[in-house]
């Protein structure tokens, strides 16, 4: 009768493989000095035998979040809070890496010890990723769509987002509407903008006029997509495009920045001018007037994304999802129609909104 321990087991691999039983080791604990021929070698006997690490090693998953080098912004943050909850119910070690490209992705997965990946809109990391699943590491991309084997995303549709918002702003009877640009332009960004400009169009309106083009001083290394970045594009804005009646912000947190300025400039949100936002980030509610905007399932797409890789590592699951997530336009009190007076340049009288 066969022995089934799992050294035995072990050994078995070990030796039909033609390797050490060291080296099946380092394979089955993801250690970064293994090459990818040997560990392929490996896999394709513990593949051919049916063999699975037993329960004990089920509960060392470790999945590895990527996120740019200065990208953990307000919007990141709730998607992290979602894949913490996960990972300590899932009980999963989750570690946050800042991936530089200094380093090949799938290298750099090697040297933490990955199981699986989370990235969150790792639009720069695009042409690593099949690298990176055929090695055997199982992605959850977050914002980036890629049909590919051994993958699964999350996304919403940014541009269909912005067109909800944009819509119900013109719906107001705004025309004069600004748009504060995020930076850098990754797809999401990038598809916001689109709606925003096919919108102008549509209303016969040019669809450049009163866009304001990303501030280059944010948060951390001059990325021009947070509350400082919105501030100071709300006072250019101020300045240059007086008749505006409507800023649709690219993100909360730019909105954010945009009603400190308003507030500077004695400038009355809804009363002068409508501000709207997109994301419902966690202080959108709290601003006062509060801020109109689009609600994502930040935290539930991180929560899922965590739970999807654990069931999937634990062949729970046969395949990653591809899913795009539902919005919700949340009607708060900073947009209103457009002041007639303020459209032809004088001061707005009209009664404060209840």
């Not at 994301?279 to 689009?294: K, Y």
Request: hydrophobic fraction near 35%; include cysteine; aromatic fraction near 6%.
């Amino acid at each position: 009768m066969p022995r089934k321990s799992k050294s035995v087991n072990i050994q078995l691999v070990a030796e039909e493989a033609g390797v050490s039983l060291a080296s099946v080791s380092r394979v089955l604990n993801n250690h970064p000095d293994v090459s990818e021929a040997l560990r392929r070698q490996v896999l394709a006997v513990m593949e051919k035998n049916n063999f699975t690490p037993d329960k004990s090693v089920e509960r060392l998953l470790r999945i590895s979040v990527v996120v740019g080098v200065g990208d953990i912004t307000d919007y990141v943050a709730t998607i992290l809070t979602g894949m913490g909850l996960a990972a300590n119910t899932e009980g999963i070690e989750l570690s946050i890496q800042r991936c530089s490209g200094r380093l090949p992705l799938l290298r750099a997965c090697r040297l933490w010890r990955s199981n699986g990946v989370a990235l969150i809109s790792g639009t720069e990391w695009l042409s690593e990723i099949p690298e990176v699943a055929d090695s055997g590491i199982p992605c959850m991309l977050i914002e980036t769509p890629l049909e590919r084997e051994n993958v699964g995303y999350l996304c919403h549709d940014s541009r269909r987002a912005m067109q909800q918002m944009l819509n119900y702003v013109h719906s107001l009877g705004h025309r004069r509407i600004a748009y504060l640009e995020a930076d850098p332009p990754n797809r999401s960004y990038q598809n916001r903008l689109d709606a925003y400009r096919e919108l102008m169009e549509s209303i016969g309106e040019s669809p450049d006029a009163f866009r304001i083009p990303p501030y280059p001083v944010g948060h951390i290394d001059g990325i021009g997509r947070d509350k400082e970045a919105g501030y100071q594009q709300t006072m250019q804005l101020l300045s240059s495009y007086p008749g505006v009646t409507a800023i649709v912000c690219a993100n909360d947190e730019i909105a954010f920045g945009c009603y400190k300025a308003c507030a500077e400039k004695g400038v009355r949100i809804p009363e002068d001018v409508s501000v709207v936002g997109c994301d419902d980030q966690s202080f959108a509610r709290f601003l006062s007037p509060g801020l109109t905007t689009i609600r994502l399932p930040l935290t539930y797409m991180g929560r899922r994304a965590i739970q999807c890789l654990g069931d999937f590592l634990r062949g729970n699951q046969t395949a990653l999802p591809k899913e795009h997530l539902l919005r919700e336009l949340v009607i708060r009190n900073s947009a209103a129609p457009p002041c007639q007076t303020k459209i032809n340049g004088a001061n707005c009288s009209r009664m404060k909104r209840k």
